[in-house]
């Protein structure tokens, strides 16, 4: 008798995890915290998450967290724990989550900027990146003297292809003459890298860098060698004071505290939540001085038009590299289509990775 | 011409900033195997000696004293290995591996207050009028002190393997232990002292990265530097010329194919970017399955020793 109550309560507990006093939230990092970039980005947000809630929540994090089996692994091991509520915050962890998903029914997942859901119990996230792009292409096609923009990407996925895709079109907008010059570096994190991409972009006539790896060596880099650069995910102005002219720091926590609050009211249920300047996800850095005065009015100017739905980065006329239409003119580029964006749009001389 | 914004001569400079981190690390695992040890922690003393160097070099305000820093940090993981190695007689592999762990963890903590931080300037070597020589100049004669430092030190194990006492003692230790006991020499002070001079080579090579290369210190910003030099060393049959040319070739790879990219060539660099890797994994499972035999490992490389057997 008595352990068929205990069997009962526990099984109510178990069944009820939103109801306890503190709601355990696990996050997976793919870097170290200490990265300054992508990953100090989301560890601002879970530790914006722990000060709104206090003691309300408790929150655990693994970093340097591998796609694949060791994915996997943390998330079970979290999930056995009793953790309610994980935060798997990279694009590759897509099928471990479904995985470890289909396995805790009762354990809420929130998978940044992916795209596969295959559970009721999994939520994906992402920022508009892509906004933000066009801010940076805009001033970089103002500022640059030699015409040509050095852009460091990581894989060629669709949020990394639609920041290109942004960055260019914008900039060509204000400077016909400009030119990409792209390095792939298959890694989100590796400063050595990195800093050669950086250093080879410069010596091939590249005076601004763009970057989306999460490193901040490309800033250092740029700094020593005098010319201009754009953090990535953070404000990384301490790395290089006269390079960086800015970056789109990435704002999680509203949305955290968001989902964890659904969660403890009971009204959490799977969503896929793309956000951007509207919803304060993403923000630029402090302009750089060294910006003028009359295009820092124009960049906010561009923020602003985007935030309130009036102007929307990819807006017709618009062909892809080939040459072929995408969009016509003043068409404007549905969700669908940047979600799984695959080409370059015309201009960009660099071939498409496959 | 596509390729005519391609510079050779600063190609040629950029491979052997490339490779210097991985043939610092090399040729000091080199030297650990060629005694009878394989210590699989070379990320590990990479990783702590980037972040003691650049520790020690903010607080000084010298980089040369940093690379000392670098140096012993390094030598102090490595004592680590060898008291359970050689004293506590655990297994290698399994010791190495944990090293590597412990390293990146520990250099986590102590970095913690140095990331954002912009080391002191490691000066270019002035070589004079052999830095105006066309084309040469440029692409040999504009670097730091520490590549041609270990260009030199390739060539010092070089010679002290095949020409000093004490290099042939290291490697009959290596080769057979139970001769080498039996001949009076002692194996385990040889092994520990290889597994410190491993230890400093690759805190160096660690340094160089946060020091010159990067130059700032960012958690686990080795990204698998040292298990590419471990891969060099087999993949150079334990012969330190061939160490470097190997380094030499990672690094052309890795500088060659960014500018190619930069250039707008088209070139699959997805199997670029794995083939270290791929190398690396295939190379560890030869030494792993007993096979290094026919590579030239030497004999003893991975036994324990103990006096009494």
């Not at chain 1, 998978?111 to 009721?120: K, M, N, V, W």
């Not at chain 2, 230890?199 to 530097?225: D, K, N």
Request: hydrophobic share 50%; with cysteine; proline share 5%.
């Amino acid at each position: 008798m008595k352990k068929l109550l205990t069997a009962a309560v526990l099984s109510a507990a178990l069944a009820t995890p939103a109801l306890a006093d503190t709601t355990k939230v696990g996050f997976i990092y793919i870097g170290p915290v200490g990265d300054f970039g992508w990953t100090a980005g989301h560890d601002r947000a879970r530790q914006e998450l722990q000060d709104h809630f206090g003691d309300a929540v408790e929150t655990s994090i693994v970093e340097n967290v591998d796609y694949g089996a060791d994915a996997e692994r943390v998330m079970t091991q979290m999930a056995l724990s009793g953790t309610d509520m994980i935060f798997a915050a990279s694009f590759g962890y897509g099928p471990d989550v479904n995985a470890v998903a289909g396995r805790f029914p009762d354990v809420a997942f929130q998978h940044a900027t992916g795209y596969i859901q295959e559970h009721d119990n999994i939520s994906l996230f992402d920022a508009r990146f892509y906004e933000g792009r066009a801010v940076l292409g805009h001033i970089a096609g103002k500022m640059t003297e030699t015409n040509t923009i050095g852009y460091i990407a990581s894989y060629p996925i669709p949020a990394v292809v639609s920041g290109i895709n942004s960055a260019y079109l914008h900039a060509k907008a204000v400077n016909p003459d400009v030119n990409f010059r792209i390095i792939w570096t298959y890694s989100w994190f590796d400063p050595a890298l990195e800093a050669d991409a950086a250093e080879t972009l410069i010596e091939q006539g590249a005076d601004v860098i763009m970057q989306h790896t999460d490193s901040t060596a490309a800033v250092r880099v740029a700094e020593d060698a005098g010319v201009m650069a754009f953090g990535q995910a953070s404000d990384m102005v301490e790395f290089g004071p006269n390079a960086h002219l800015s970056a789109i720091v990435d704002r999680w926590a509203p949305y955290y505290i968001s989902r964890v609050q659904a969660l403890k009211d009971g009204t959490w249920e799977a969503q896929n939540s793309w956000m951007g300047f509207a919803e304060g996800i993403i923000e630029m850095a402090p302009w750089n001085d060294r910006i003028p005065a009359e295009l820092q009015e124009e960049a906010d100017g561009l923020i602003a038009a985007i935030a309130a739905g009036e102007y929307h980065p990819f807006t017709g006329p618009i062909n892809r590299q080939d040459g072929t239409p995408w969009l016509a003119d003043g068409e404007v580029a549905d969700d669908g289509a940047l979600a799984t964006m695959d080409f370059f749009v015309e201009g960009i001389t660099a071939e498409f990775p496959n | 011409m596509i390729l005519g914004s391609i510079n050779p001569a600063v190609l040629l400079a950029a491979l052997m900033v490339a490779a210097t981190p991985i043939l610092l690390a090399a040729i000091g695992e080199l030297v650990v195997e060629k005694a009878g040890v394989l210590n699989l922690g070379v990320e590990g003393m990479m990783i702590m000696g980037a972040c003691v160097g650049f520790i020690v070099a903010v607080n000084t305000g010298s980089p040369i004293i940093g690379f000392f820093g670098a140096a012993l940090g390094g030598v102090a993981l490595s004592l680590l290995f060898a008291l359970l190695t050689q004293a506590l007689m655990t297994n290698q592999v399994a010791s190495g591996l944990a090293l590597t762990l412990f390293g990146l963890g520990l250099t986590a903590l102590l970095g913690q207050r140095y990331v954002g931080i912009t080391p002191p300037r490691t000066p270019k070597l002035d070589l004079g009028p052999l830095s105006d020589i066309p084309f040469l100049g440029r692409a040999l004669f504009t670097h730091d002190i520490v590549v041609y430092l270990t260009i030199a030190l390739v060539g010092a194990v070089w010679w002290f393997l095949k020409y000093s006492r004490a290099g042939m003692i290291l490697r009959a230790v290596g080769e057979n232990h139970d001769a080498a006991h039996a001949l009076g020499y002692h194996v385990k002070r040889v092994r520990v002292l290889a597994i410190m001079f491993g230890g400093a080579c690759a805190g160096l090579g660690g340094a160089y990265l946060s020091l010159i290369r990067v130059p700032q210190w960012t958690e686990g910003m080795t990204v698998g530097a040292g298990w590419i030099a471990l891969a060099l060393v087999v993949f150079a049959s334990w012969r330190p010329w061939r160490a470097m040319a190997g380094a030499y070739l990672f690094g052309g790879v890795v500088v060659l194919q960014l500018n190619l990219q930069a250039a707008g060539v088209r070139i699959p660099v997805e199997y670029l970017s794995m083939s270290p890797y791929l190398i690396t994994i295939l190379v560890l499972v030869i030494i792993s399955s007993g096979k290094g035999r026919s590579l030239n490992a030497p004999g003893s490389l991975n036994k324990p020793f103990h006096a009494s057997s």
